[in-house]
């Protein structure tokens, strides 16, 4: 009888089931490319009026169509799963930071039900946590045991020691928010994204506010209308300060961005 039910499953669940180490991060990747894929052509089609302007290239318009519908209609399935694994994940980080045995105990069958279902590197910390407080089982997952639960920065409060944590860390609130891209716990990776989302901060800032582009009077106090130009318009070069909806939402995305790299626990800190 169970050979029976197991032949009936299909190919996505046979496939699904034998990915129990990644579907975290399948979860994530999914959730972050349909919900881009859907603002995008949502922002396009609707907004920027990118469906009603002659000027744009003919595959613009069904690409962001299907941008929209398609990564609409992975959302729809996607975001709800993100969000249980997001609750999985808070709940076993809450245990992963107990000091009390009889806590850990208490919440053993919760801790690995998480587990569980959140792939080998939770297995492995969890395993390091029963390995510390010497808790009986702790050979339930084959896998490695980490060597720290957790990995803390300390701060004195000045400026410069919050600059040198941001630069250093390794535990971003990015990190944090997307645990299914591992890359994102790297220094480097962080470093990188620090560097990248702050000069285009602060090129965008700078093109609104003072210009970038070169005006009759031969001086940098025109600002590139970016609304203008990728809606094909022929003047697209304002007297500095200007401001427009395209530049805006780049500049607060690009604004969020850089204030996700920075260190998640200076914020526990302050609360």
């Known amino acids: 009888m169970a050979r029976a039910r197991a032949s009936r499953k299909g190919f996505f669940t046979r496939w699904w089931e034998s990915q129990i180490d990644h579907q975290f991060q399948i979860i994530v990747y999914s959730t972050i490319i349909s919900t881009a894929s859907l603002v995008w052509g949502f922002m396009f089609l609707f907004m920027l009026g990118g469906a009603t302007d002659p000027t744009q290239e003919e595959y613009m318009i069904p690409f962001s169509w299907a941008c929209l519908i398609l990564g609409g209609a992975v959302a729809f399935y996607a975001v709800p799963e993100f969000q249980h694994y997001m609750g999985q994940r808070a709940v076993i980080?809450?245990?992963?930071?107990?000091?009390?045995?009889?806590?850990?105990?208490?919440?053993?069958?919760?801790?690995?039900?998480?587990?569980?279902?959140?792939?080998?590197?939770?297995?492995?910390?969890?395993?390091?946590l029963y390995s510390e407080f010497e808790i009986r089982g702790g050979k339930r997952y084959k896998v490695p045991i980490t060597t720290s639960r957790d990995t803390r920065i300390e701060s004195d409060g000045s400026l410069t020691s919050r600059i040198s944590n941001w630069w250093n860390t390794s535990e971003s609130r990015l990190s944090f928010w997307l645990p299914g891209l591992p890359s994102l716990g790297q220094r480097n990776s962080n470093r990188s994204i620090i560097a990248f989302s702050g000069s285009a901060l602060l090129l965008l800032l700078w093109n609104s506010i003072f210009g970038i582009v070169t005006g009759s009077s031969g001086s940098r106090d025109h600002t590139l209308d970016l609304s203008a130009y990728m809606g094909g318009a022929e003047e697209v070069h304002y007297l500095a300060p200007h401001y427009d909806s395209v530049s805006l939402l780049l500049i607060g995305f690009t604004g969020m961005i850089l204030w996700s790299t920075t260190p998640r626990q200076i914020l526990d800190e302050e609360e």
């Open 93 to 128: 980080e809450d245990i992963l930071s107990l000091d009390s045995r009889p806590e850990i105990l208490r919440r053993r069958k919760e801790a690995e039900d998480a587990a569980d279902i959140l792939g080998r590197s939770y297995q492995s910390r969890l395993m390091s």
